[in-house]
């Protein structure tokens, strides 16, 4: 519940920014009644074919059994950890030139296309941080129930809403740039805990050999399968018991983040 609320919360945030740099836009230039309806309209637009997207995915998994079942909730997996880490790296990388880019690209639009354009570029924007949203959920709908994910979803989006508003109105000095790095860091945590789950399941499925199983046990000071140790578990990766292939995919990871990390 915990990783869908974080998750949820960090794409909405995204996605009410990005509404909130348009509506900024579309005031400045002198858009009233007319701009704020053809946002409106792209945002209703983006969200339907997020829900879309979302309906289509679990038409799917309804439809597989067995192995084939088996392979696409592991490649959920893959895809949501793949994804949350590219979007991680991508906003380093771009977050300081995102508000021109996607104001030139209205600029553009509308000059192309008027209002329509507008609702376009509005239906993109927020259809990509809904997109990425259904795979992240999908990702963890593996390891988690249905019903604690719908709810850790609804209070990440109540979250986003009220950090967004806060934002908005200054209040309590809420610095959101570093709001965004500290969601970075805890959401990369997320998509490891995301690739060990996949790696155990692949050890599980006769799919990748555990190469030595258990590599430690570290049982005696947090064990997994208690409260505290399942929390671990499920937000950061956590095994008291992990096989040597779970670790070097683990360590692999963060490997690779760093790396790309210190580049950007």
Request: proline fraction near 2%.
């Amino acid at each position: 519940m915990t990783n869908a609320l974080l998750v949820v919360w960090r794409e909405s945030l995204e996605a009410w920014l990005i509404v909130a740099m348009l509506a900024t836009w579309l005031t400045a230039n002198g858009e009233g009644r007319r701009g704020r309806i053809a946002l409106a309209a792209g945002v209703c637009a983006g969200i339907a074919l997020a829900a879309a997207l979302g309906w289509a995915l679990l038409d799917i998994r309804d439809d597989l059994t067995g192995d084939t079942l088996e392979a696409f909730q592991i490649a959920a997996l893959i895809a949501a950890a793949g994804m949350i880490t590219q979007m991680v790296l991508w906003m380093r990388r771009h977050a300081r030139e995102m508000k021109s880019r996607l104001q030139s690209g209205l600029a553009e639009a509308r000059r192309r296309n008027g209002l329509l354009g507008v609702a376009l570029v509005a239906a993109l924007a927020v259809a990509r941080e809904g997109a990425e949203t259904v795979v992240f959920l999908c990702g963890l709908a593996q390891s988690i129930d249905l019903g604690s994910m719908a709810f850790g979803a609804g209070a990440g989006f109540a979250a986003a809403t009220a950090t967004a508003w806060l934002a908005n109105r200054s209040l309590a000095r809420l610095d959101i740039g570093l709001v965004l790095r500290l969601s970075s860091f805890a959401l990369l945590i997320i998509a490891s805990a995301m690739t060990v789950a996949a790696c155990d399941r692949l050890i599980g499925a006769g799919w990748l050999p555990p190469l030595i199983d258990p590599f430690w046990d570290s049982a005696w000071l947090i064990d997994d399968a208690t409260a505290a140790g399942k929390l671990l578990a499920d937000f950061a990766g956590y095994r008291a018991r992990p096989a040597l292939a779970t670790f070097g995919v683990w360590a692999l990871y963060w490997i690779a983040v760093t790396l790309l990390w210190r580049r950007r």
